[in-house]
Structures are given as C-alpha cells and as structure tokens.
C-alpha cells in the first residue's frame, strides 16, 4: 500500500502563504493524490486533489512534483480558520492510509 | 444537496457489549468507508463497502462487520467491544465518477468503559 510521509507540525503567521509538503515515492500511476483538512472535533474536509497537473480551487492549490513523488498544498493566504491537521493520501477506499498529517499553526 | 450524516454523535458501551453505528450517504454517492480514529491519531480504514458487497478490508478483526442498504447507507457493527475501541469513528461516501474523492461525516464518538 502506498505511504505518505509529511512533516509533523508547521507554523505560519496570518494573511501569510503556507507551503505544506508530502513525500510520496511509492506512489503508483493510477494513483490520485488527495488532500484533507481535520478541525478539531470534526471530521476530514476535502481540500483538493490531482494526478498529474497542478490544480488550483477556491480553498487552495496543489503542486505536483514531475515525477509525482512528492506534492505540496499550497494556502495562499493562511487564516486562523485553517489551523488543521492536514492529510495527504493516496488513492481511496481500501487503498486509503491515513498517516498523522501535518497540524498547521496559525499565528496572528 | 445533503451531505453524509451519522448517528449516533455520542455513545457509552461497557466492554463485551455489541454497537451499532450508522452513516448515511451523500447523495448521488454509491460507496461508503468507514474508518477508527483514535486520539492524537490519523483515521484507519476500516472497511468499504460498494453497491452493497464489502469491496476491501484493513487490518480489523471479524467482530467488526458491516452492512449497506439500497439506499447506500450503512451500518457498522461491532460485536465483544473492548476498551481499546473507544475511538472517533468515521464514516465517508464517495463515487467511482468523482475519483475516489471522499466525503466525510461529522463522526460518531464511542466511549468504551
């Protein structure tokens, strides 16, 4: 089964980007890169996802690496709202591991 | 457009009883996981279940089990609980057509004493 590996925890101040890396080496042709959010309390929230190309949506942007063993999720402006664990995975449904993510510090 | 939804929120068992947890669907959505988190901890698949038949497990006993209806919802039952399963349990619906991209619910809390 593929793994991911992220760092444990990161910080950034407010109205600041936020580059959120994932190193993914296993990581199989077929297989999505998805990225998830968990407040406290609640449970994931989708963020994005892609296979090959950079992907951009409302929430934030994904970057790629060529040769797709790594990614990185990049927040444009980081809010107090986006203190998280945030989940890089691969693949879904019984391929989906879970490692413990990166718990993002947001600083005002 | 609803999304998943599960009940009970919060729950209190006394070892070797039998839980029953339950996960409604987003609509339009036609597979449904369920994963274990427990504290401090990443969510662990637990097993998925699609158009009815179980369709991949983790690295849980039999004593979990599953179900789920023509409507997509779902069930998940575990028999003999032991302490060690007091965990946030999560429940995610998803689509073949929207590439694996899984929709969570707010988690069912289990308090195993």
């Known amino acids: 089964d593929a793994k991911t590996t992220q760092p444990n925890s990161m910080e950034s101040n407010e109205e600041e980007p936020v580059h959120l890396p994932c190193n993914h080496s296993?990581?199989?042709?077929?297989?999505?890169i998805h990225w998830y959010r968990q407040l406290p309390s609640q449970g994931p929230e989708y963020v994005i996802h892609g296979l090959t190309s950079n992907v951009n949506n409302r929430m934030a942007s994904l970057a790629i690496a060529e040769d797709r063993k790594s990614s990185t999720l990049i927040l444009h402006r980081a809010t107090l709202r986006d203190a998280a664990v945030y989940y890089c995975?691969?693949?879904?449904?019984?391929?989906?591991?879970f490692g413990a993510g990166t718990r993002l510090f947001v600083k005002a | 457009e609803t999304g998943v939804t599960q009940s009970p929120t919060h729950l209190i068992k006394t070892r070797g009883q039998q839980v029953t947890l339950r996960c409604s669907s987003q609509s339009g959505h036609n597979t449904v996981s369920w994963y274990q988190q427990a504290l401090g901890q990443g969510p662990q698949f637990i097993f998925q279940y699609y158009r009815e038949e179980e369709n991949g497990r983790g690295n849980f006993p039999p004593r979990f089990s599953g179900l789920q209806f023509p409507n997509y919802s779902s069930e998940l039952n575990v028999n003999a609980l032991e302490l060690d399963d007091s965990a946030l349990y999560l429940c995610?619906?998803?689509?073949?057509?929207?590439?694996?991209?899984?929709?969570f619910g707010p988690g069912t809390r289990l308090l195993v004493l």
């Open positions: 296993t990581i199989s042709g077929t297989d999505y």
């Open positions: 995975i691969l693949g879904g449904g019984f391929k989906t591991i």
């Open positions: 995610a619906s998803s689509s073949l057509e929207e590439e694996e991209t899984q929709y």
